[in-house]
């Protein structure tokens, strides 16, 4: 991808997946859009493209958005077959049309996976992340009950490495690039950042294992190490902590084994 | 007229809270699950007071309107967050962060507020690292800090340049635990459009559900907002698109008094405007100028040259001129308006004019490269995204931009608002920074708020109410919000003007930025209260909402946010027209001192104006609570 430097202005055609509904036929439809400004973002083109639309009396194509910076997690297109576009660790929001070139055309779609059912146009239902989360995804500590907070010390490289993973914005871009759909990266990352802060151990095992059968019932697939998931992930998560998640799942297994079955899984903590 | 009763406690300053708190009344735990308790918004306030009020024993009903509670705005807030844990030896203390939020907030808050707020600030810290949040730390594993704006000491914890982030995630995974377990019952996806005010007291809300369009009704036995502040009026900000005065609009015209709405933050440190269709402004994080040095040429000749090609010497680093003690560190209000100064001399820079430089090479000559990179990287890389300049190798440009409102709904030292069973929290409400919020201190607020005040308080009016009393949603009032809804959905669809949404919105953003932002004056304000009700009447006569009811529809969303936002915007100018001083965030041009720093009139002023509705087209009441200072003396605020 060569970075459009100039600040003349220039046309792109945005080809737009539109779907009223779930259930409904969705088609691509063309948008041509001129007097593209490099310095403005993906996002605001779309904002531009909307109130066209709506003063020829269509309807506006419905987007997901809110933070426009990169850390909701919010933003979720798919913009010539990659999750949030051209660039590299950012999300669609931080996508400036100096990635593309005049005459370019740019195919938008929803983030599609079964585990994440369209809502309309580019718009899915990411509430399966949310259930991954409220099996297990904490540590059980109620408000008032904490140690005062250098009482524990954290090895800086575990608060570090810990922070690598917890930077996940839970957008499911992992999940749409992936071929099984798989939501290993985002469980990962999850269970890593926990897993490697001293706070996190007492739930350990019961944590993995009740985000892992959550996981499988929502739907997503397997991971099958190819990755593609770090590469589209707008916070360049390793896909090294699916290793951790792994080591994770099989050491809480092994030891569930030999434990009630009632400790070792229910992770309502 | 509102009966706005601060129902501070009494006794010695330090002693109010732990005093408060044994005298407020307890529900019994097996009485908590009799009663109810709606939380609008899920922010660090709103997931925090869920997530506790829950663990409590009580039946929460989250509502947000995001997909999920972790998308929302708190999660955006880059530096940090002040504790007064003193970890780092350099002579802080309670008393110390007290000091420095009231002068800070240029004492225009309640001092017993601002107390109870500095108190609870090493309680918040050790509750998100029980919960893992990973904050940055020292090779010996304790916690790290640094320095932000208006304070002499180190006490802002912080998690890159993310820590809003990880501790929104700290209230989502308590929040999420408390899902999980059946003690909050979560509505996403879901608006506030009204609040239900039964017999006097705040008893329910009424909401739509924006992916059906489906629009219904709750009761509750207490409502609480936490749906964060109203910057937006302004249209281009650092708030999210989404972010809206919807909720507490709506509670102010069922009787909530509206307090300071003059008091916006604008942010010296945002990445300048580059075009019309510009729709978000990016921060900065203040704790950039812990190592970046601001500068603008010292001729204005200079102005357009290459920053590289101007000489050592012919550099002005204003903040370090004018404010020596503080430096590149001095407040957010001083510091926006010292740029706007500049610029106003012909001085700024950058294609507009409108910017000022942020220099790290004396940081990268002292530190090197991959230490400065550890520091700040993620926010070199946004910069880079945003601009396509290196900030490695050139200056940063930056420009103010609207970055928090300390106005809000009025609260009593109970959080509760002037509507009993009313609670506001974070930045909905107005309490804790006076004029002028300091950096890191918005995440301390909306945690205290959620995690270590709201919990107790609430208990004290819940206790007066008879368990399990909530009025039914076949009452008369609900089905009147209800309709209320309704009506206002036909009518913007049914209206069928010429213009987007959008257009209301920029136009309504460019009067309030012209006439009530950095600088406001008698005319100015009074030529915005001409303009505004005329922007509001060609709203409505001129408005184009395509779509229907009953699916998403965001147009639909944006157009009942804008027209919310044209009459607080309205109340807003008319707040600035009435405070005929300058103090924090809200300057009058008319009230200053020869060196330009603001001139508060503490005789006339000395008080938090609460603006109460009196109903359409008439002039709104404006209340007053005077600001008893009985600890600290008022004195000039002053950063030199």
């Given at each position: ?47 531009v493209?909307?109130?066209g ?10 987007f ?47 983030f ?67 071929k ?21 151990q ?17 739907g ?50 | ?34 009663y109810?308790?709606?939380v ?13 009020l ?18 929302a ?15 780092q ?11 420095d ?7 225009r808050a ?21 919960q ?6 020292e ?27 990880q ?69 281009l ?67 357009g ?20 003690s ?13 740029a ?22 004396d ?24 601009t396509?300049?290196n ?36 930045e ?13 201190s ?24 008879k368990?399990a009393?909530?009025p ?29 949404v959008s ?11 012209e ?63 009435t ?12 009230y ?47 950063y030199?």
């Amino acid at each position: 991808m060569v970075a459009n430097n100039s600040t003349k202005l220039f046309s792109v055609t945005l080809r737009v997946w539109r779907q009223a509904g779930p259930g409904q036929p969705g088609k691509f439809v063309d948008y041509p859009a001129t007097n593209v400004s490099p310095n403005m973002s993906f996002l605001e083109l779309l904002d531009v493209v909307n109130d066209g639309l709506t003063l020829k009396g269509d309807e506006p194509i419905a987007f997901a958005h809110d933070c426009r910076e990169g850390i909701c997690g919010t933003c979720s297109c798919t913009i010539n077959g990659k999750p949030h576009g051209p660039g590299k660790g950012v999300a669609t929001c931080q996508v400036y049309m100096r990635s593309f070139q005049d005459g370019d055309v740019l195919v938008v779609e929803p983030f599609r996976a079964k585990a994440f059912p369209l809502v309309k146009d580019l718009v899915t239902d990411r509430a399966s992340f949310d259930k991954i989360q409220q099996a297990g995804g904490f540590i059980s500590v109620r408000t008032g009950a904490a140690p005062d907070a250098n009482s524990i010390p954290v090895p800086k490289e575990d608060a570090d490495l810990a922070m690598d993973a917890a930077t996940c914005i839970g957008c499911g871009a992992c999940v749409a690039a992936c071929k099984n759909a798989s939501a290993m990266l985002f469980v990962a990352a999850k269970v890593s950042h926990l897993g490697l802060m001293p706070q996190g151990q007492p739930e350990r095992d019961r944590r993995v294992l009740a985000m892992v059968q959550t996981m499988d019932e929502a739907g997503f697939g397997n991971c099958s190490n190819q990755y593609e998931c770090s590469a589209v992930c707008p916070k360049l998560i390793s896909h090294d902590f699916i290793a951790r998640l792994n080591r994770d799942f099989v050491s809480a297994q092994f030891r569930a084994a030999f434990k009630p079955a009632s400790n070792a899984t229910g992770g309502a903590g | 007229m509102a009966k706005l009763e601060s129902k501070t406690p009494s006794g010695p300053l330090a002693q109010k809270w732990e005093k408060h708190k044994t005298e407020i009344k307890l529900v019994n735990p097996a009485n908590k699950r009799k009663y109810e308790v709606i939380v609008v918004g899920a922010g660090l306030a709103g997931s925090s007071a869920a997530a506790t009020l829950a663990e409590l024993g009580y039946k929460v009903k989250s509502f947000v309107f995001h997909d999920s509670p972790r998308r929302a705005h708190s999660i955006a807030a880059q530096g940090g967050i002040n504790a007064a844990k003193n970890y780092q030896n350099d002579g802080d203390s309670v008393h110390r962060l007290f000091y420095d939020t009231l002068k800070g907030g240029d004492y225009r808050a309640r001092e017993s507020n601002v107390h109870r707020l500095a108190e609870v600030s090493v309680n918040i810290i050790d509750q998100c690292a029980a919960q893992g949040v990973p904050f940055a730390r020292e090779y010996g594993g304790l916690l790290a800090n640094r320095s932000f704006g208006g304070a002499q000491v180190s006490r802002t914890f912080y998690a890159r340049g993310q820590t809003g982030q990880q501790l929104l995630l700290g209230a989502y995974s308590a929040l999420s635990r408390m899902i999980g377990q059946g003690g909050v019952e979560l509505h996403t996806n879901s608006e506030m459009l009204d609040l239900v005010v039964v017999d006097g007291h705040a008893k329910g809300i009424i909401v739509r559900d924006l992916i059906t369009g489906q629009i219904t009704r709750h009761n509750a036995d207490a409502v609480v907002l936490a749906t964060g502040g109203y910057g937006n009026v302004f249209n281009l900000s650092t708030y999210a698109r989404g972010s809206n005065a919807t909720a507490i609009w709506r509670a102010y015209k069922r009787g909530a008094c509206l307090a300071n709405p003059c008091y916006t933050q604008i942010h010296p440190t945002c990445i300048p405007v580059s075009g019309d269709y510009q729709s978000k402004l990016t921060l900065m994080s203040e704790s950039l100028r812990n190592d970046g040095r601001i500068w603008v040429p010292k001729r204005k000749e200079d102005a357009g040259k290459e920053p590289g090609s101007i000489p050592e010497a012919d550099r002005d680093y204003y903040l370090e001129r004018i404010y020596p003690s503080f430096g590149n560190l001095a407040p957010r209000d001083v510091s926006s308006r010292a740029a706007m100064r500049m610029c106003d001399e012909g001085r700024g820079v950058g294609p507009t004019g409108l910017g000022v430089y942020l220099d790290f090479s004396d940081a990268i000559r002292r530190l090197g490269e991959p230490a400065v990179r550890e520091r700040y990287g993620n926010l070199f890389d946004i910069y880079h995204e945003i601009t396509a300049e290196n900030a490695y190798k050139t200056p940063m440009r930056i420009f103010p931009a609207v970055h928090y409102t300390m106005g809000g709904l009025w609260v009593d030292y109970n959080l509760m608002s002037n509507i009993p069973g009313l609670f506001v929290l974070g930045e909905a409400n107005f309490s804790d920074h006076g004029a002028n919020r300091l950096g890191a201190s918005a995440l301390m607020q909306g945690l205290a708020d959620g995690y270590f005040v709201l919990p107790y308080t609430i208990g004290d009016y819940l206790a007066g109410q008879k368990p399990a009393s909530r009025p039914s949603t076949d009452r008369a009032e609900f089905k009147q919000a209800e309709e209320s809804v309704r009506a206002m959905t036909q009518r913007l669809l049914a209206n069928k003007g010429k213009e987007p949404v959008s257009h209301f919105h920029k136009r309504l953003g460019k009067i309030m930025w012209e006439h009530c932002g950095m600088a406001r004056t008698r005319q100015s304000l009074e030529a915005a209260l001409q303009k505004i009700p005329a922007l509001r009447e060609e709203f409505w006569a001129n408005v184009n909402v395509p779509g229907s009811a009953e699916t998403l529809n965001q147009s639909l969303e944006q157009a009942g946010r804008v027209a919310d936002f044209i009459e607080l915007g309205e109340l807003l100018c008319r707040d600035a027209l009435t405070r005929e001083e300058s103090c924090g965030g809200h300057f009058r041009e008319e009230y200053q001192h020869p060196d330009g720093e603001c001139k508060r009139d503490d005789e006339k002023f000395a008080h938090v104006a609460a603006w109460e509705y009196q109903g359409e087209g008439q002039t709104p009441l404006r209340n007053t609570e005077p600001l008893n200072y009985e600890f600290t003396k008022m004195s000039v605020r002053s950063y030199k």
